[in-house]
């Protein structure tokens, strides 16, 4: 069975500084990955995807994330944070064939301070 | 619609009642998945479909809880004697292909 393990519960960063936030799956097979956000009474939104090529994706609002498939991971980085950037962060994997249900990390919830 | 929508939004009901949730997913998505997320935790998957077929009902907690999505677009998932422990967000999603759009989910509260 596939699980997802986010390493970071809480993050509390200033704003500009840098963001890295780990995932790492358990899965033998091809993989899609994914980065949700869930912004203050807002509902989850897609952040990025990985399916294949390219390792490193690019999402919205200057997000990336970098598939290292020898290390089961797939981190969230963020060259400089600000303010709105506030919230609750998901790392999800399911199967290569897609249309399977996704599994979810319990979430790194991210505090950007002034 | 442009979104997925869920109703209700919020729901509080007591100990022992059956509460009906709904979801209405992006038109013309094949797949539809009910997920429950407790406080502090990440969507956890309880069941989908493909079209008005139930694919995977192994993640519903046991038999009180069913869902349905008989002409392939709303669905319903169903608590019966709901229980305290049933309290959390319940969430739904859609999909074409690979990627999940979540709605605004329904906040449960069982008193």
């Known amino acids: 069975a596939q699980s997802v393990s986010q390493h970071n519960h809480h993050v509390i960063l200033s704003e500009a500084a840098s963001l890295e936030l780990g995932c790492n799956y358990s899965?033998?097979?091809?993989?899609?990955l994914f980065w949700y956000v869930q912004y203050p009474g807002q509902h989850l939104q897609l952040l990025l995807k990985y399916f294949s090529g390219d390792p490193l994706v690019k999402g919205i609002k200057g997000f990336e994330a970098e598939f290292i498939k020898s290390k089961f991971s797939f981190n969230l980085r963020k060259p400089s944070v600000q303010w709105s950037d506030t919230a609750e962060y998901f790392c999800?994997?399911?199967?290569?064939?897609?249309?399977?249900?996704?599994?979810f990390g319990k979430g790194t919830r991210l505090s950007v301070i002034a | 619609g442009a979104g997925v929508s869920q109703s209700p939004r919020y729901k509080v009901t007591k100990r022992g009642q059956d509460v009906a949730l709904r979801c209405d997913p992006i038109s013309g998505h094949v797949s539809l998945y009910w997920y429950r997320q407790a406080l502090g935790q990440g969507p956890e998957f309880l069941t989908y479909?493909?079209?008005?077929?139930?694919?995977?009902k192994s993640g519903l907690p046991n038999d009180r809880f069913s869902a349905e999505r008989p002409e392939g677009s709303i669905s319903t998932l169903t608590i019966q004697r709901t229980e305290q422990r049933d309290s959390a967000m319940y969430r739904c999603a859609s999909s074409l292909d690979r990627g999940l759009f979540f709605g605004p989910g329904t906040r449960l509260t069982v008193l």
């Open positions: 899965y033998g097979g091809t993989v899609n």
């Open positions: 999800a994997v399911n199967a290569g064939s897609g249309n399977t249900p996704l599994v």
């Open positions: 479909f493909n079209y008005e077929a139930q694919q995977d």
